[in-house]
């Protein structure tokens, strides 16, 4: 379950370029958050132009080899059927995505590719964790009561943590730890387990980069 999870999300981190070609991660580094993500289909399209006549690479996520491509989506696991690309801005006809660290690329407007802000994208997920990766060390993303860095912190269960994202408050996230994992249940349905809930707030954001861990599979 959700050690399997994080064993899949860590050994892929963050692409790689091998002979010139870049090597996808499950989640990759970006120059900008945007506005949000787009969640792409099982078969993508993606255009060179705004105008979306000359096409970059299209064909099924799982036939696609987009590392001969040089590109990544933010979060990147074709053969599970996960494509998100960070949408950088929409107008009535196309989005524009990253589809690297800063290139973009421009996917047209249709209703089965689906775009979510970073709220709505947060609060879906199946869990979060603190990012160790980018902060260093846990005490340095310690869980506080409040959103003020002076505040009291919470005393998290050693070993594998899992919270549920409650509400967000800008670069703040309020979660839930996860102290009992049931296979197959939603995040906000899970929390209703806890008999004696630990529920503070975190950083999710520092400019554009994650301070946080996201998990999108059970």
């Known amino acids: 379950m959700i050690n399997k999870l994080i064993i899949i999300f860590t050994l892929i981190l963050n692409f790689t370029i091998t002979n010139g070609q870049v090597n996808c991660g499950f989640e990759n580094k970006v120059n900008d958050l945007g506005i949000g993500i787009i969640e792409c289909p099982e078969s993508l399209t993606l255009y060179k132009d705004s105008l979306?006549?000359?096409?970059?690479?299209?064909?099924?996520?799982?036939?696609?080899?987009?590392?001969?491509?040089?590109?990544?989506?933010?979060?990147?696991?074709?053969?599970?059927?996960?494509?998100?690309?960070?949408?950088?801005?929409?107008?009535?006809?196309?989005?524009?995505?990253?589809?690297?660290?800063?290139?973009?690329?421009?996917?047209?407007?249709?209703?089965?590719?689906?775009?979510?802000?970073?709220?709505?994208?947060?609060?879906?997920?199946?869990?979060?964790?603190?990012?160790?990766t980018a902060i260093g060390d846990f005490k340095k993303q310690?869980?506080?009561?409040?959103?003020?860095?002076?505040?009291?912190?919470?005393?998290?269960?050693?070993g594998v943590e899992l919270f549920c994202p409650i509400e967000i408050k800008g670069d703040?996230?309020?979660?839930?730890?996860?102290?009992?994992?049931?296979?197959?249940?939603?995040?906000?349905?899970?929390?209703?387990?806890?008999?004696?809930p630990l529920i503070g707030w975190i950083r999710w954001r520092k400019e554009n980069e994650f301070l946080i861990d996201i998990y999108l599979l059970p």
């Open 52 to 132: 979306c006549q000359d096409t970059l690479v299209k064909g099924k996520l799982d036939e696609i080899n987009l590392n001969s491509y040089n590109i990544c989506g933010k979060f990147s696991k074709p053969d599970y059927g996960i494509l998100h690309f960070v949408c950088i801005d929409t107008s009535s006809v196309f989005y524009t995505v990253l589809v690297n660290s800063n290139d973009i690329a421009f996917i047209k407007k249709q209703d089965k590719y689906l775009f979510k802000s970073w709220y709505d994208y947060l609060m879906s997920v199946y869990g979060l964790g603190r990012n160790h």
């Open 142 to 158: 310690p869980v506080r009561k409040d959103i003020l860095n002076s505040s009291d912190t919470l005393t998290i269960p050693k």
């Open 172 to 196: 703040w996230i309020k979660i839930q730890y996860n102290c009992k994992e049931i296979e197959g249940q939603a995040c906000n349905e899970r929390k209703l387990h806890c008999e004696v």
